[in-house]
């Protein structure tokens, strides 16, 4: 089966070597716990290895999404100059007229450059826009229709705190991993968890990360102490 990195090798360690080939996977986390980083060294690693690949930005602007990749050392700008990486700064209803209409070019974009891996951060202010559970559900999985017939490998973000889960998008995705900030004793300690991932073994056990001045990193030796 062919996988691909996550762009973090010991991440890639606890999933046989990464994502499924045109899977999608969902990365849920709190604020501020380093959802779009992991998003952007994915999509990295993908550029570094020749792949064309798209992030679809819900409501984070341009401009300062850049600008607060840069303070890792990731120059966004530069790749997306050479046409390798390609920024959509969208809102949620954006989003929703692409899936219902096709709008946007995004469509165009896809066909005509080989895009092997996107992301989108985040879906939950999109699933928001559908009232009722079962819309919710639908959207989701009509943009999921999409993405298959795309044959790419993507990666959604959903925020922790807002309950989207009822409708059961950790369902429908292929994999789900889980960003955690728990207290252990008087400190919080950042742990990343492979919840689920379909055909895959998968270890289950929280690994511990941090945020660092090139990104994420984990440290699978160090363990949890409980309280
Ligand atoms: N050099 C650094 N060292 C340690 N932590 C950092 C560094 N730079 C940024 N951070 C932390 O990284 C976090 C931002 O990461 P990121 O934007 O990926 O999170 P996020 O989960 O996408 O957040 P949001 O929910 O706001 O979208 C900041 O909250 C900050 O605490
Ligand atoms: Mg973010």
Not at 90 to 106: H, N, P, R, V
Not at 135 to 140: D, E, F, L, M, P
């Amino acid at each position: 089966m062919e996988r691909v990195s996550t762009g973090i090798k010991e991440l890639d360690d606890l999933i046989e070597g990464g994502f499924k080939k045109n899977s999608i996977n969902l990365i849920e986390g709190t604020a501020g716990s380093g959802k779009s980083t992991l998003a952007v060294q994915y999509i990295l690693d993908g550029v570094k290895k020749g792949e064309k690949c798209v992030y679809l930005s819900i409501e984070e602007r341009r401009e300062s999404f850049y600008e607060n990749m840069e303070r890792f050392g990731f120059n966004l700008q530069e790749y997306e100059a050479v046409g390798d990486f390609f920024f959509y700064e969208l809102t949620a209803q954006k989003l929703k007229d692409f899936i219902e209409k096709g709008t946007l070019g995004i469509e165009e974009i896809m066909k005509e450059s080989g895009v092997t891996r996107m992301v989108i951060d985040s879906i939950t202010a999109f699933s928001l826009l559908y009232g009722a559970e079962a819309a919710q559900r639908n959207a989701v999985q009509t943009l999921f229709t999409k993405l298959k017939t795309w044959n790419i490998t993507a990666m959604l973000i959903a925020e922790a705190e807002l309950d989207y889960s009822n409708f059961g998008l950790q369902y429908l995705v292929d994999g789900l991993m889980i960003l955690n900030y728990n207290k252990v004793g008087r400190q919080r300690v950042r742990t990343i968890e492979v919840y689920k991932m379909r055909g895959t073994k998968h270890r289950s056990t929280e690994i511990v990360y941090r945020i660092e001045d090139n990104g994420i990193r984990l440290y699978p030796g160090e363990t949890v102490l409980e309280a």
